[in-house]
């Protein structure tokens, strides 16, 4: 009894320390089973990082083209009729006929407002017996005066009353004119000031009238501009309201001073408008075109990156490697000038013919392989106008 009780204890703790050897067994396969597959995914990894490439950047190109451009000085300026005026009645009275619709064009001449001359019409007949009858005395005077029977006096007081007579009915025909407002000018009248049956008093207005053909176009230049600024030289006119439309005049005037406060002086060129689409008082942008033309290097403006270092494109290069032809990306540091539309001069940092990533530059850095969609690419005009989509 004493010999089995003694063995039974340990067995138990013989089978103890298997349990826990197996354990330890199962434990240590266990991690070494997660080691093998966490290196082995490591080298998966890092094999596929050496053999990873970059995908290339899809960029819109475009050459660089050489171009001839006139040099020109561009302002923003204001239409100006070139006749303008506030028709205004000059004598009072009542408004008996109204001849113009607001807004309409008129020609010189054409009875605008007529008003009431009921009462210089009566004072007109009266006035025109009483020259028929100093005619007459006249006559009768100067007979009376061959024959000797009246003195130098009377003939000269019935001449004077015939003057006087002929007189008075000339000056009520000139009051009874003034009560018809004429157009004094071709042109577009405005907004009618007056209804039928106003009252009006003696510089009531009526309505603005402008000229049409041609039209001013005002604005203003920096100092510098003198020094090439002529009477005679071509100027062009584009405005919001017709973005698809531009006008060629000529500069016509040139300011006799120079503003002291801001330097500049003012200009006015002469336009055409025989369709009258342009309208005193609209905005519009003027370039004066300088007659002197040079050969300039352009590029979409959209094609540069700006920078406080250095103004910079991308130039795209052919390369070929292992039997494929790979578009490479380099970035060039340009020197800029003269901006016009979507296109700007470069001085310096590409020639002529060259291919360059006219967007999509943001993303690139030098070196970096490109894919050209130029299907995508934006168009880019000397005179860009805005469309809706």
């Given at each position: 009894?004493?010999?089995?009780?003694?063995?039974?204890?340990?067995?138990?703790?013989?089978?103890?320390?298997?349990?826990?050897?197996?354990?330890?067994?199962?434990?240590?396969?266990?991690?070494?089973?997660?080691?093998?597959?966490?290196?082995?995914?490591?080298?998966?990894?890092?094999?596929?990082?050496?053999?990873?490439?970059?995908?290339?950047?899809?960029?819109?190109?475009?050459?660089?083209?050489?171009?001839?451009?006139?040099?020109?000085?561009?302002?923003?300026?204001?239409?100006?009729?070139?006749?303008?005026?506030?028709?205004?009645?000059?004598?009072?009275?009542?408004?008996?006929?109204?001849?113009?619709?607001?807004?309409?064009?008129?020609r010189k001449g054409a009875m605008l407002v007529k008003l009431d001359t009921s009462t210089e019409d009566a004072q007109l007949a009266a006035a025109r017996a009483d020259e028929e009858l100093a005619?007459?005395?006249?006559?009768?005077?100067?007979?009376?005066?061959?024959?000797?029977?009246?003195?130098?006096?009377?003939?000269?007081?019935?001449?004077?009353?015939?003057?006087?007579?002929?007189?008075?009915v000339v000056a009520l025909q000139a009051t009874i004119a003034k009560k018809t407002i004429r157009a004094p000018f071709d042109g577009r009248i405005g907004i009618r000031q007056v209804e039928l049956?106003?009252?009006?008093?003696?510089?009531?207005?009526?309505?603005?009238?402008?000229?049409?053909?041609?039209?001013?176009?005002?604005?203003?230049?920096?100092?510098?501009?003198?020094?090439?600024?002529?009477?005679?030289?071509?100027?062009?006119?584009?405005?919001?309201?017709?973005?698809?439309?531009?006008?060629?005049?000529?500069?016509?005037?040139?300011?006799?001073?120079?503003?002291?406060?801001?330097?500049?002086?003012?200009?006015?060129?002469?336009?055409?408008?025989?369709?009258?689409?342009?309208?005193?008082?609209?905005?519009?942008?003027?370039?004066?075109?300088?007659?002197?033309?040079?050969?300039?290097?352009?590029?979409?403006?959209?094609?540069?990156?700006?920078?406080?270092?250095?103004?910079?494109?991308?130039?795209?290069?052919?390369?070929?490697?292992?039997?494929?032809?790979?578009?490479?990306?380099?970035?060039?540091?340009?020197?800029?000038?003269?901006?016009?539309?979507?296109?700007?001069?470069?001085?310096?940092?590409?020639?002529?013919?060259?291919?360059i990533v006219s967007s999509g530059a943001f993303k690139l850095r030098n070196g970096s392989t490109v894919v050209v969609r130029n299907d995508l690419a934006p168009t880019a005009e000397l005179t860009?106008?805005?469309?809706?989509?």
């Open positions: 009894m004493d010999i089995a009780a003694g063995t039974q204890p340990r067995t138990i703790l013989l089978n103890r320390r298997r349990i826990w050897i197996i354990a330890i067994v199962l434990l240590l396969l266990v991690v070494v089973a997660l080691v093998a597959t966490k290196g082995s995914q490591f080298a998966a990894m890092m094999n596929a990082g050496k053999s990873f490439v970059i995908p290339p950047e899809s960029v819109t190109s475009a050459k660089v083209e050489q171009k001839e451009w006139q040099a020109s000085s561009a302002a923003v300026g204001s239409l100006v009729a070139v006749r303008s005026v506030t028709l205004a009645s000059e004598v009072p009275g009542m408004v008996r006929e109204i001849g113009f619709d607001s807004g309409t064009f008129v005619r007459a005395n006249l006559a009768r005077a100067r007979t009376l005066r061959e024959a000797k029977s009246n003195s130098p006096a009377d003939l000269d007081a019935a001449n004077a009353r015939s003057k006087q007579a002929a007189a008075n049956g106003q009252v009006l008093a003696s510089g009531t207005a009526i309505a603005s009238l402008q000229s049409v053909n041609p039209i001013y176009a005002e604005f203003w230049l920096p100092q510098q501009a003198l020094a090439e600024l002529r009477l005679g030289m071509q100027a062009r006119l584009h405005t919001d309201v017709f973005p698809d439309a531009s006008w060629d005049g000529l500069v016509t005037t040139v300011n006799s001073e120079v503003d002291v406060s801001t330097r500049n002086v003012r200009v006015r060129a002469t336009f055409a408008n025989a369709d009258g689409r342009l309208r005193a008082g609209m905005f519009a942008n003027v370039e004066v075109l300088s007659p002197d033309k040079r050969q300039v290097l352009v590029i979409p403006s959209t094609a540069v990156l700006y920078a406080p270092y250095g103004d910079s494109v991308f130039s795209i290069e052919e390369k070929k490697e292992n039997g494929n032809t790979q578009l490479i990306a380099h970035q060039k540091f340009v020197r800029l000038g003269e901006r016009r539309g979507d296109l700007v001069v470069v001085s310096s940092g590409v020639v002529a013919g060259e291919t860009p106008n805005a469309v809706d989509r």
